[in-house]
């Protein structure tokens, strides 16, 4: 039987749930405009899960099937339940603007006359009808986190907008852009909307009464336009000029750039070094997620325990700095101080910081933030399902930081270097570690099994639903180091900053091309770009990173290097195994290190020097076989495809890579 053959038997037996489930299947298999309609119907009416009826009915309406049954049920179904509660909003925010200084027209569309209905989808997302020409438009989310243009790349005049429609977009100009008094100009927020009615429409879904208190916003409506910007002294009597500009706040900071680490030697330093000297950022070089937790911590403690802010600073070796103590004393005097607020504190009290932010600028500065640590190590695991899940405790303890989940504001770029580079660095630098290490007598690092947590490291790929990742894109270091001016112009778009000089060259606290680490090239120098680090990795090595990270490269545009692009079974990833001579090498020396101070005893007496070394060499090919082991592992759950889920079942995307203007490019692409 089919599957629509199998509903109709299941409804005509009086067993909804069975029936909803073999309708469900319907809509997902090819089927006639009849049979999804039915589908669609029978579902919406017997308590199935409504957003597959509303967009197996819209698709049929966009196709230009029962057009009129599916607007009629759509209407009675979606809209009418709702209608008083969009006419309520619009309403409201038409008694709102009558009074409001700035809009210089008020003629406001009857609700009935409006061009425009909305049709709810869920709490926050619609599909507009737009009635005059009976069409439906895409589904639009007002509340979605992302900025999706770049409204500060020019801060030399107040801030212009045209047709902005996003809620969460409005409040992020209300929130960012300082107000006029604070910065002793003209410093509105001009938004240009190009039709009347269509933004009349728009106020049935937006809610203007926290963006008009302030009376920052100038609104501007079709030739209005030409008013940009209004001379407020010579129009409303306002002179900004005799205000003072005001020192940033702590709870103004709302704004977060967080540049990740994807994995270890992708170039992180670098970007930081671009970023080092932007006016309108508070950059810190990267520091350890552990450290900036303690940082808070120690904070709060002070806070807490000091009688004063003088006191406060002293605990906190800060000595009477000024900056210190007017941040602490405003800390003081807020209500709920947060992990967030805290840590916002700590970049206004950093002199370094300050001294390189504009303080009169037009925006409240991103608190730039890279949180680094060790290593970043991802497991996989078969869920009941048998679809292949990621998970990373350092991840985690991201996501579910107090310090990133308080900012409501958040901007995420990852850089990415070609794979086999950065495996190659990491090596080299994990064995030098360990080398250090042991001449200088302390705690001994060790080369862990490298090539399985590269491959294994999918951070690249995101979740959707996670707050930290709704906006987000990653750039690669290459096109970074080869193609500079189209890279950073691109990146400063995406990231809602100007670009501006500062972000031509390296530098870091000022100092112009650093070297951020013994050996590394400065500034702009592709030398890394081309190193291979012969020394660290081999070819069985980066045959197998490629081949079992190739949807990648092929995303973010990498030609294959080792794998020659042929089909790969059990047998071929067995003998690229087998030849990871050089890991392994890695392995065995640093591990030997450790393995060499155990202690062997029997009967609390210690063995003869001959056992003690069988022993110490026992248990270095147990560790040895643990990773080898650990590889087939992994190699089998990966041969199965490279298919990924959250632990919630919902399926992995990639992370959008960072588009450059071809105008732009000084150089071909890398590839």
């Known amino acids: ?15 909804p749930e069975g029936a909803i489930k073999a309708y469900g299947l319907v809509l997902h298999q090819p089927q006639s405009p009849e049979e999804e309609l039915e589908a669609a119907l029978y579902i919406l009416q017997n308590g199935g899960d409504y957003k597959v009826s509303y967009s197996a009915l819209i698709g049929l309406y966009r196709r230009g099937q029962f ?3 599916c607007l009629d049920i759509l209407t009675q179904a979606f809209y009418e339940p709702n209608a008083k509660l969009l006419k309520t909003r619009y309403e409201n925010n038409c008694k709102l603007l009558e009074k409001y200084p700035y809009l210089f027209r008020k003629d406001f569309i009857d609700f009935e006359f409006l061009p425009l209905r ?88 937006l809610n203007l009464r926290p963006l008009l208190e302030g009376e920052k916003l100038v609104f501007l409506i079709g030739d209005e336009g030409e008013q940009y910007p209004i001379d407020f002294q ?21 704004r977060l750039i967080w540049h990740t680490q994807l994995s270890t030697h992708n170039g992180g330093d670098f970007f930081n070094e671009i970023f080092d000297g932007h006016p309108n950022l508070m950059p810190l070089p990267s520091v350890m997620m552990k450290d900036v937790e303690e940082s808070v911590k120690n904070w709060k403690e002070a806070l807490a325990n000091a009688k004063s802010s003088r006191e406060a600073a002293q605990s906190l070796l800060r000595g009477n700095s000024p900056q210190t103590l007017r941040v602490l004393q405003e ?59 990621l998970k990373s405790d350092e991840y985690d303890k991201t996501i579910q930081s107090p310090i990133f989940r308080g900012f409501k504001y958040i901007k995420t770029f990852t850089p990415m270097r070609r794979f086999t580079t950065s495996h190659g660095a990491t090596v080299k630098f994990m064995y030098e570690s360990a080398q250090k290490d042991a001449e200088e007598g302390e705690a001994q690092a060790v080369v862990p099994d490298a090539v399985s947590q590269r491959v294994l490291n999918r951070s690249f790929m995101i979740d959707w639903l996670d707050r930290l990742y709704a906006d987000s894109v990653l750039v690669r270091f290459e096109d970074a180091k080869l193609n500079p001016k189209a890279t950073f112009t691109a990146l400063a778009a995406f990231l809602d900053l100007p670009y501006t000089e500062s972000m031509t060259y390296c530098s870091l ?15 702009f120098d592709p030398a890394a770009v081309y190193r291979t680090y012969d020394e660290y990795v081999n070819d069985a090595e980066r045959t197998y990173i490629e081949y079992f990270l190739r949807d990648a490269y092929e995303y973010y545009g990498y030609g294959f290097q080792y794998y020659d692009g042929q089909p790969m079974d059990e047998a071929r990833v067995k003998e690229l195994l087998e030849g990871f001579d050089t890991i392994d090498h890695y392995i065995r020396d640093t591990w030997k290190k450790i393995y060499k ?75």
């Open 234 to 254: 010579a129009r409303f009597g306002v002179d900004y000029s005799q205000y003072p500009v005001k020192p940033l706040g702590v709870r103004e900071l709302n």
């Open 67 to 69: 057009r009129e049954d």
């Open 1 to 15: 039987m089919t599957a629509i053959e199998i509903a109709r038997q299941l409804a005509a037996m009086d067993q």
């Open 331 to 389: 800390l003081r005097t807020l209500p709920n101080v947060t992990d967030k607020d805290v840590f916002a504190a700590i970049y206004l009290s950093n002199e370094t910081v300050m001294k390189r932010v504009d303080p009169a600028a037009r925006v409240v500065p991103a608190v730039f933030f890279q949180p680094h640590f060790s290593n970043i190590v991802y497991g996989l695991q078969v869920d009941a399902r048998n679809r292949t899940v």
């Open 509 to 523: 606290n000022g100092e112009v091309d650093p070297e951020s680490l013994a050996g590394n090239v400065r500034g």
């Open 597 to 671: 101070k155990a202690t062997v005893t029997v009967n609390e007496e210690r063995v003869a020097e001959e056992m003690e070394l069988e022993v110490q060499g026992k248990l270095l090919e147990s560790q040895v076989k643990s990773f080898r082991e650990n590889r087939v592992k992994n190699s089998e759950i990966l041969m199965r495809g490279l298919k990924f889920v959250n632990r919630h079942g919902q399926p992995l995307h990639m992370m959008p890579k960072l588009e450059l203007d071809p105008e732009l490019l000084e150089q071909p692409l890398y590839h």
């Open 118 to 205: 909305f049709y709810p989808y869920d709490d926050n997302r619609f599909v507009p009808y737009h009635a005059a020409e009976g069409r439906f438009g895409d589904y639009i989310d007002f509340k979605r986190p992302v900025v999706g243009r770049s409204f500060f790349h020019d801060l030399e005049k107040p801030v212009l907008a045209r047709d902005v429609y996003s809620q969460y977009e409005l409040e992020y100009l209300n929130d960012c852009v300082r107000p006029s008094e604070w910065v002793g100009r003209d410093n509105h927020i001009y938004l240009h909307y190009t039709d009347w009615a269509v933004f009349c429409a728009h106020l049935q879904c």
